[in-house]
Structure formats: structure tokens, C-alpha cells
């Protein structure tokens, strides 16, 4: 069983057609897929979603792509919903396994880099009070993140997502418990600096996702990503590194699966 551990399943082409996709999916043996928020606008949507489909899962959180419509009540909004999942959860009925999508983001024009430091701290505190895991996201502050996180480490741990740095940051994510995102980067050949890192790190460090619609994999540029492309990334992380594709499956399934508290 793969499960994609970052997929935007509520984007179009996926939420004009679920069923369709998630078919897709299934066929190539991607069981599970977790749905990282973006704000407000979206939590209802994923709850429904969840809701109506059982091999779904979600995150809620505040992404710094969209810090612009987070309003000031964004956080209390957000700890408000945390909360009601907390409860559900106790009733094991909550598809609710993280926080996130958050982060950083200071390749926006003109960020707010204050505001945006704020709301990655504030839910990190969150995803500590309800003890759940971060998902995370960073474009052009990784010094940045790397303080935050060191500051209000995740205590039930987190991902990286869409990782393309150097194995010393890598390394130092994985001091702090967050593992790493590997997605559609490694399937470019080009990409020699993330497949060498990709490759030497233990591979119960890492995770499988898509970022579906977005990051296509070689050989579909152009088109919107899938789900059911995982098995591009995981035959490409297979070609890569020294063991089997059947134990990278199983190894990050189960890392997966932990992580999100996920039933397999």
C-alpha cells in the first residue's frame, strides 16, 4: 500500500471528478491520500471530502502562499476547529492527522515575513497542545524555518514538503523530528544535488507525495499532476538507492502511516 502523504485533492482537475481519481489512484496502489489545507476557505471542503471518501485524510492550517486572506481571526478560527477534531478524534470519527499546510514563503513579492513568522509559530504551539504533526512548507527561508522550528519544536514530529535542499539541511530537519517530502524533483535527472541527498539518507527519514495538481513528474510536464503518479517517485527513488522497491514501499508506508497515526 502507497499512501501520498501531500496531495491536493480538493484542487480541480481532482474535485471535478473524485471518484474518477481516487479509481487512479487505487489501480496503481495508492491507497491513502493526505490533503494538506490552505485556510479557511478550504477546511470545510476537506472535512466533506474526508467525509465522503474514507481513504482521505486531511491537515488544517494557514499556508503562507495565502497569508493575504488569513484574517485576523485566522489562528482562534483555527485552534476553534483543532479543537472540535480533538474531539471527534476521541471518538475515532476525525480524518483530521495534522497541522499544515504551514510555513514560509519569502519568494512572494513583497512578503510579510513578520506576519508569516507569527503564523508558522502560533500553529506549531497548536499541533503541540492537540499532539498532532506538522506539515511544512518553504520557499526562500529555510534559516528562518530552521529558528522557528528550533524555537517551538514539533513534539508528534512532521514533514518537509517538497524537499530540494542539501543533505546537512535535511539532516538538520531530521534532528527535529520532521521527515522528509520526496516528490516529482527526483524524477529529473537534472536534479543531481536531491537525488544525491534523497539517496543517503535512512529511509525512514522519508515520505512519498505528489503536491498533486502541482510538481509533474518527467515526462508529463505541462499536464496536472495525479496521485496515481507515486509510483513515478517511488520507482524513481528505487532506481536511486541500494534496497528493493518492495522495502522502500513497505519502509515509508509504515513511516507514513505512523506519522499521521494512520490505520494500515
Known amino acids: 500500500m502507497l499512501i501520498d502523504s501531500h496531495c491536493h485533492f480538493d484542487f480541480a ?13 487505487r489501480q496503481a496502489g495508492v491507497e491513502k491520500i493526505v490533503i494538506p489545507a490552505v ?3 478550504n477546511w470545510q471542503v476537506l472535512r466533506d471530502l474526508s467525509g465522503s471518501f474514507p481513504n482521505l485524510y486531511f491537515g488544517l492550517g494557514l499556508h503562507p502562499f495565502f497569508s493575504t486572506e488569513h484574517d485576523a481571526n485566522a489562528l482562534s478560527q483555527l485552534e476553534s476547529a483543532l479543537a472540535a477534531e480533538a474531539v471527534l478524534r476521541e471518538k475515532s470519527v476525525s480524518r483530521c492527522v495534522a497541522v499544515g499546510e504551514c510555513g514560509l514563503d519569502f519568494a512572494i513579492v513583497n512578503a510579510d515575513r513578520d ?5 508558522l509559530a502560533a500553529q506549531l504551539q497548536l499541533a503541540n497542545r492537540f499532539e498532532l504533526p506538522v506539515i511544512l512548507h518553504c520557499r526562500k527561508a529555510f534559516p528562518e524555518l530552521l529558528r522557528v522550528l528550533r524555537q517551538n519544536r514539533p513534539i508528534a514530529g512532521g514533514v518537509y514538503h517538497g524537499f530540494s535542499g542539501s543533505h546537512q539541511q535535511a539532516q ?7 521527515k522528509i517530502g520526496v516528490g ?13 541527498t534523497i539517496a543517503a539518507l535512512p529511509l525512514d527519514a522519508l515520505l512519498l507525495e505528489t503536491d498533486a495538481p502541482d510538481m ?14 507515486l509510483v513515478n517517485v517511488l520507482g524513481e527513488l528505487a532506481a536511486i538507492r541500494a ?16 506519522l499521521f497515526r494512520i490505520q494500515v
Not at 482537475?13 to 489512484?25: G, I, S
Not at 527526483?186 to 536531491?194: G, M, P, S
Open 115 to 119: 506576519q508569516q513568522i507569527s503564523l
Open 184 to 196: 516529482g524533483t527526483i524524477t529529473y535527472r537534472r536534479a543531481n544535488k536531491t537525488r544525491n
Open 216 to 229: 509533474p513528474v518527467a515526462g508529463f510536464q505541462g499536464e496536472p499532476n495525479r496521485p496515481d503518479r
Open 243 to 258: 534496497e528493493s522497491e518492495q522495502e522502500i514501499k513497505q519502509v515509508i508506508s509504515l513511516t507514513t502511516a505512523e
Open 172 to 178: 538538520q530537519l531530521i534532528d527535529l523530528g520532521i
Open 13 to 25: 482537475p481532482f474535485c471535478d471528478d473524485p471518484e474518477h481519481y481516487l479509481a487512479l489512484a
Open 39 to 41: 485556510g479557511q476557505r
